[in-house]
């Protein structure tokens, strides 16, 4: 299990490489200049100067490449200085020449717009997006799994007829235009029945008491951003539970006298959620980069919402941390699963 979860490991730090490679050359061939982004159009020669020496931009691609690289490793080789300890708040290992070999956080520099550091509004933002994306996950599993085994079980039924009708709506319709729909049948048409509104954060404002949790804003983009998702647990519940129910192992248990219930969920289910499983751990990834525009249509304060406005105020630094933050949940679930399949079907050895 070591040797695996090191290769693993190996590998995934390897597709961060490729995509931090990606990231830099992209953002690097755009046009504009990050200094004069940083301080406006109106600053002065000395500052920009001052700003494209902080980001290194007065020096050639390849060494502001080596420059992020180093920023973005846990361990870097900084100056030992009251500034460069606060900016990076490094645990100093030891000192080679006159640099001094750091134990860090990756450092994602600062935003051009708010010169906030953009660890900090990441810490802000994400929190946020990960509630959005595990309660839909949760929504889209648990509701998905119980009307795949339904339509499986009563096959060619009503009720598959009708669950197979909802996973193809689910599928064809693009979250973007579900959220529109959501958002402007039940946040505008059914509001006073339900409640709800059309654009609302996990947080709210309230002048006598501060922020104020307000989870009822979460139930619109969580059902916009489950939809997809749902639809494709229907159907793969469905195919894996009527092929399971087909084996040989699933007639022996009935012909023991076990019970319906015993041998759909002890026996049959169990035996299907691999692919599920699968299912599950990409869309969850796929959701905290997907939720994007679900954010922006209902105004949820989260990742996705910080990316598309810092894209749209060409605000790199945040878009750019925002991309390496999805590529390294993508290959941390990939190796939790892949874990995870070895605990839930003893057939699998992981080696």
């Known amino acids: 299990m070591l040797h695996y979860i090191i290769r693993k490991s190996l590998y995934g730090l390897t597709v961060m490489a490729g995509v931090v490679v990606v990231v830099f050359v992209l953002f690097n061939i755009l046009p504009g200049d990050p200094a004069r ?9 000395q500052s920009l100067e001052a700003v494209r020496k902080e980001f290194g931009l007065d020096r050639s691609r390849p060494v502001q490449f080596m420059l992020y690289l180093n920023d973005l490793s846990p ?17 100093k290992l030891f000192q080679l020449g006159k640099e001094t070999v750091a134990l860090k956080w990756p450092y994602l520099r600062r935003s051009y717009q708010t010169k906030r550091e953009v660890m900090t509004i990441l810490r802000e933002t994400v929190p946020n997006t990960f509630v959005l994306a595990l309660t839909a996950m949760i929504f889209a ?10 339509s499986a079980v009563y096959r060619n039924s009503w009720i598959d007829r009708a669950a197979n009708a909802f996973a193809i709506l689910g599928i064809s319709a693009p979250s973007f235009f579900a959220g529109i729909i959501i958002a402007w049948f039940f946040g505008f048409v059914l509001s006073d029945y339900t409640g709800l509104s059309m654009s609302g954060s996990l947080y709210s404002y309230d002048p006598f008491e501060g922020e104020v949790l307000t989870l009822k ?18 159907q793969l519940t469905r195919s894996t539970m009527l092929e399971v129910l087909a084996q040989d192992y699933i007639r022996t248990a009935r012909a023991k006298g076990l019970s319906r219930n015993s041998i759909i969920y002890k026996h049959a289910l169990r035996n299907a959620l ?3 499983i699968t299912a599950i751990s990409g869309w969850f990834a796929s959701l905290l980069a997907g939720s994007f525009f679900v954010e922006y249509i209902f ?27 999805i590529a390294f949940i993508f290959v941390v679930i990939n190796i939790l699963v892949d ?5 839930i079907d003893p057939r699998i050895k992981i080696a």
Not at 339 to 343: E, K, T
């Open 37 to 45: 982004m940083t301080l406006g159009q109106r600053s002065d020669v």
């Open 75 to 91: 361990i870097g080789l900084h100056e030992d200085s009251p500034e460069a300890r606060e900016k990076y708040n490094y645990v």
């Open 141 to 150: 599993t648990l509701t998905g799994i119980f009307m795949g085994v339904l």
């Open 217 to 234: 804003n979460l139930c619109l983009p969580m059902l916009t951003l489950g939809l997809r998702p749902l639809a494709i647990i229907v």
């Open 274 to 276: 691999n692919p599920v």
């Open 299 to 325: 105004g949820y304060n989260g990742l996705g919402r910080t990316t598309v406005t810092a894209l749209e105020m060409s605000d790199f630094p945040v878009v750019m941390g925002s991309i390496l933050f």
């Open 339 to 343: 874990i995870g399949y070895s605990l």
